[in-house]
């Protein structure tokens, strides 16, 4: 299944080149249990990341099934994890905004399942770690086991081949240490799923089948272990992972589940979305009231209504400028909004390229948050335009009792048109930011200590 040979990975610090993995060469067959050894600093999570394809080793050959995967593209390594691979971090790496059963979902938006079917399917895989009572619980409302648990369920989403496990047990007490080690065997000997955990612990290391030791880099044991027989799961949970890990659906996450994930994500920051979106609403409202107060025919009307519409082409031409300089401001705003929330979000989008988004999907989630805002500054500016057009007419009528016409009248396709410029600009000053997001690098997103 896996075979490596001769891999290295070192980092360059300063003027320092560290070497992390040194010459290693191993081999894993499918369905094995396996653990790598070794002290904290040794290499492990290093190892682990070259196999998930986030890393990238300096030199070496690994395959899978006879593929050769260190020739593949970024987009390949993409397209590879997210058919093949379940990630299991040591610290949990949870999206504090989401439930539980929206963190396991977060993974299965990967294959375009509709909602319904992919709520469904995750309650089930909650019901699997024994927390279908806590799916609408947030991460800070869960203790350490229970985010694990949480975890686990997410990285079995997809029904991978493989589950890549980081000190799995290393954040919880040791009870649910056991639950969760035992959880990992029962899986492993239902559904032959390969199994990889890093662990320092050689207790825990000696519950795997396969040991490799990592000491400063280098393998410096590869044993197998005999254990006695064992009994698997029995009753419902056996049942629900027989099911659940039964079937694989590779699709890829659709433009709906997208702008979902979109809405999700500002709907928790309510009050700087709808400040943003009101200082882009100036832009729209100078649009329509451009178009309200535009050229009027002056055919069959009074003198006092010529005099009146004098001075409409030169209040039009000001305002259509005050209009460009509104749109140029608010995309600037969203464009620095959008930059200041992929900072805030570093570690969400290192978890999002660790389960399997690519760079397009991430370009499309943050590209959709800037269309929200744009939408919503739309509507805003229609009803801003909307209070002042009806306060101009007022206006008007009272100065000039004897005008039987409307200052400002705007019809559907002109409002039309400025929700769509709204958008549009937002989207394309969101763009930019989102396409940084869409390259950062998964390893430094996630504030990984080698």
Known sequence: MFKAEAVSKAYQVGDIEADVLRNISFHIDRGEFVSILGLSGCGKTTLLNILAGIERCNIGSIRYEGEELCMFTDDQ???WRRRHIGYIFQTFNLIDFMTARDNVALAIRLNGTGSELRNKRAMELLALVGLEDKADYLPNQLSGGQKQKVAIARALANNPDILLADEPTGSVDSKTATEIMKMLRDINKQRKVT?????????????ADHRLSLVDGRIVADELIKHKEEKTAKGTAALVLQQMLGTSVKGKMTFSSAVSLALMNISTKRQRTILTSMGAA?????????FGIGFKTRTGILAEEEQMLSNQTMISVTMMLLTGISFIASGIMITLVTHMGIVERTKEIGI???????EKDILQVFTSEGGLMGLLAGVLGVVFASIFGMGINIFTRIVYPMIHI?????????????????????IFCAYFPAKRASRMDPVESLGYIR
């Open 282 to 290: 100036i832009g729209v409202m100078g649009a329509l009231l451009t």
């Open 195 to 207: 199994i990889i955990i890093a662990t320092h612990n050689p207790k825990l290391a000696e519950l």
């Open 77 to 79: 390594w993409t397209q």
């Open 352 to 358: 999002m390229k660790a389960i399997g988004f690519s």
């Open 406 to 426: 409307s200052l400002y009248h705007v019809n559907g396709l002109q409002i039309l048109f400025c929700i769509i410029l709204s958008m549009g600009v937002a």
